[in-house]
């Protein structure tokens, strides 16, 4: 049931999902569907965390090749931004951007198990990194710049202007990642351990 009502409301919004429509997508019944969530309001949040729950997945399942750090970010980053600008990705982020004013608790959800996860994912990289040493802040705050720098420019565009970047802004603005991790691995030495 929470496929199909992700889907659904993925297609048609939350004011145009009708209940009747999930149970008819999905099979069951109402009273299955009002115990396993309550009401509408519930099985939208059950639904952002699930489309969430996906996207982390797929950006866990990444695989990134090469010996060089700077190579494997620049995959990652690339990937990412991939992820981001799915059609998919794009009808999710203007569902949860357009009913966080109604329903807070769906932009929480969202922050908390979509945004934090794409940080994380870029910090965790950053942390297994063998020649990079720095402090738990300094981690968080470099994902953060690196997570806006990519995430956040090309997917406010797309989702805002409706239409995709073209080739060329997304490996600029992929190269404009990868430079501020190199300012920043080169602006003190000591970042740069022994190999």
């Known amino acids: 049931m929470l496929v199909a009502a992700s889907e659904l409301f993925l297609a048609h919004g939350y004011d145009g999902l009708r209940l009747d429509d999930v149970i008819a997508e999905a099979g069951g019944s ?71 004013t109604r329903f807070p608790v769906i932009g ?19 942390e297994n990194l063998p020649w990079v040493a720095m402090s738990e802040r300094e981690l968080e705050a470099l994902a953060s710049a690196l997570h806006g720098a990519l995430v956040f420019r090309l997917l406010n565009e797309a989702a805002v202007l409706g239409h995709q ?13 990868v430079a501020i991790l190199e300012t920043r691995l080169s602006a003190d030495a000591s970042w740069l351990a022994p190999l």
């Open 108 to 126: 929480r959800v969202w922050y908390e198990n979509g945004l934090l996860t794409i940080k994380e994912a870029t910090r965790d990289f950053l």
């Open 165 to 177: 970047p073209d080739a060329q802004r997304i490996r600029d603005t992929v190269d404009m990642a």
């Open 30 to 100: 109402k009273i299955s569907l009002y115990r396993s969530f309550g009401d509408k309001e519930k099985l939208f949040e059950a639904c952002v965390r699930h489309i969430c729950a996906g996207y982390e997945a797929d950006i866990r399942k990444l695989t990134l090749g090469g010996d060089d750090g700077i190579d494997q970010f620049r995959a990652l980053a690339e990937a990412l931004v991939k992820m981001a600008l799915t059609d998919r990705q794009l009808r999710f982020y203007r569902l949860v951007m357009g009913n966080t």
